[in-house]
């Protein structure tokens, strides 16, 4: 059990906001309990997820990397479980680490962060924005046809990993998606074993597309910047459009910015931004730990 207070940070990229937890040298067991009441916007903190900050070479799921990038970034979803990456979440790690001395301040080459999806690397832009480096999307590979049940009807879907799995709707309009209180059904069943985000993508014109996301572990968001890769993955297939073509994705929380370079890799852009920090006081902690 925990037994002192935990400081933190809160951040923000497009409004999909995080709770920033330092623990550089891997002190810290958050339980999914714990992480869960932090994340939770009635009785914690409040956010659509949780990033730790600890050095790689101090937890199991990066000491194999600890020479390549120096920070892991533990990211857990609102209800406490694990996930693979997160675009926003990783902007927001790194503006975290400049912005707390962790970086050295006159290196200019691109941040290197260990995640669960691979090592991602982040820039910093002359705009105040950040770019990451989130890999190649791959095309969910399986026979069965990915539909996803709206209140409009069943629609169907392209499975996209970015790595975080995605099923990418196109629709009409965004009121199709309904209220987005439950998890949309995802058939067939199995077909994403470790569940879903759901994106439903509207185009607004020439390499400019706005979607809605609901987030496995969380719910729907204001933004997230896996989905915005996968949707952007998929209208940048459907157009055939060239490398380095960028396309706007609007967000409820903003606007983000996906391009494809000549090899395949994805950049998203974006804004990420700390508002606030302060300790979880030891007794709420202890509260919320499990004994």
């Known amino acids: 059990m925990i037994s002192g207070a935990i400081p933190y940070v809160k951040g923000h990229g497009t409004q999909n906001d995080f709770v920033v937890i330092p623990d550089p040298d891997g002190g810290l067991d958050l339980t999914p309990t714990l992480v869960a009441a932090i994340c939770n916007r009635h009785i914690g903190l409040g956010a659509d997820g949780l990033l730790r900050v ?3 070479a101090k937890d199991g799921d990066a000491v194999d990397v600890a020479d390549e990038a120096e920070w892991f970034m533990d990211y ?3 209800d406490g479980s694990v996930s693979e990456m997160c675009g926003n979440g990783v902007r927001v790690f790194v503006r975290y680490l400049a912005e707390s001395g962790l970086l050295d301040p006159v290196d200019t080459e691109p941040v290197a962060v260990a995640t669960r999806g691979g ?3 982040v820039t910093f832009e002359g705009d105040g924005t950040l770019t990451v480096d989130m890999g190649v999307a791959e095309l969910l590979r399986q026979k069965a046809q990915v539909l996803v049940q709206t209140p409009t009807g069943v629609r169907t879907a392209t499975g996209v990993l970015t790595p975080n799995p995605h099923a990418v709707v196109s629709v009409n309009d ?6 987005l209180i439950v998890a949309p059904d995802v058939l067939p069943p ?9 994106e439903f993508v509207v185009d607004r014109g020439p390499a400019h597309i706005e979607m809605r996301v609901w987030e496995r572990g969380v719910g729907e968001t204001r933004s997230c910047g896996t989905g915005a890769c996968a949707a952007a993955f998929v209208a940048m297939l459907r157009d055939n459009s060239p490398a380095e073509t960028p396309y706007r994705v609007d967000v409820p929380g903003g606007r983000l910015t996906v391009t494809k370079r000549s090899d395949g890799h994805l950049l998203l852009n974006g804004p990420a931004e700390l508002v606030a920090s302060g300790a979880l006081r030891a007794d709420w902690v202890r509260a919320h730990s499990p004994a």
């Open 54 to 56: 600890v050095r790689s």
């Open 119 to 121: 090592i991602k690397y």
């Open 174 to 179: 965004l009121a199709e998606a309904g209220p």
């Open 190 to 198: 199995g077909v994403f074993p470790d569940d879903v985000n759901v």
């Open 76 to 78: 857990r979803n609102a």
